[in-house]
């Protein structure tokens, strides 16, 4: 014989699993818990470390960028319990007003979540306060930046404004490609770029674009961890 009253409090209204709606709410919750939230972004460059991968910036203004960031990466962390249909999740990142961002800085934000759902066609709101450090080290392309790393000269002869711009525009909008120097030569440019495919493939869109002709060498450079490492040279020529 099923209970006409609530096996918690002897409440008999409306039962749910034999517990009244008050007891059932206490009893069952939307979430589990949630995943270890860490959030690193660059002080630099201010893209975010997600899944061991640098990911673009949201905003350049920071406070802009960290409620972003941190919001996105805290809902991959939710962990909703079985039966539990989640319709709607609101975040709002507290961050403050006096933010240190320098190499190294950690800052403290505090998200206030709350999360509309149901279970067992019971609807329930729940409201949580999550504290959350953010970490601000510079990415590894920022790294190599700020130590004029290479892996590739870019040689364009003859002298050429426009094509100095064109390289320099392509590489702002390359993930993985950036200029640690410049230097003007005797018969053109000399530019120190941070990855030879990505080199190669610049020096072969520019044929395409501005005729000329591609030529590529490599010197050994040393052996790191047992593996031969090279840098390449690529000399792009444009027909005078």
């Known amino acids: ?56 910036h949201f905003s350049e203004d920071i406070e802009r960028n960290i409620k972003k960031i941190t919001s996105e990466i805290f809902r991959t962390k939710i962990v909703v319990n079985p039966g539990v249909k989640l319709d709607e999740v609101n975040i709002n990142v507290d961050v403050p007003k006096k933010l240190k961002v320098g190499n190294g800085s950690l800052v403290n934000v505090n998200l206030d979540v709350e999360v509309a759902g149901s279970i067992d066609e019971v609807e329930l709101t729940e409201n949580y306060v999550v504290p959350t450090q953010v970490r601000f080290n510079a990415c590894n392309n920022c790294k190599k930046l700020g130590g004029n790393y290479f892996e590739a000269k870019l040689q364009l002869r003859p002298k050429n404004d426009k094509i100095l711009k064109f390289v320099q525009d392509y590489c702002v909008n390359r993930k993985k490609l950036f200029i640690s120097k410049v230097e003007e030569a005797k018969y053109g440019y000399d530019l120190y770029l941070s990855d030879q495919r990505e080199t190669r493939n610049l020096g072969n869109m520019m044929r395409r674009k501005f005729g000329g002709e591609v030529k590529e060498s490599k010197k050994l450079f040393g052996v790191k961890e047992g593996k031969t490492i090279y840098r390449a040279t690529v000399l792009f020529r444009l027909e005078e």
């Open 1 to 56: 014989m099923r209970n006409k009253f609530c096996v918690n409090c002897g409440n008999e209204n409306d039962l749910v699993n034999e517990l009244c709606l008050d007891c059932f709410k206490k009893e069952n919750t939307l979430l589990k818990h949630f995943k270890e939230v860490k959030i690193i972004i660059c002080n630099e460059c201010k893209s975010y470390l997600h899944k061991n991968s640098w990911r673009k």
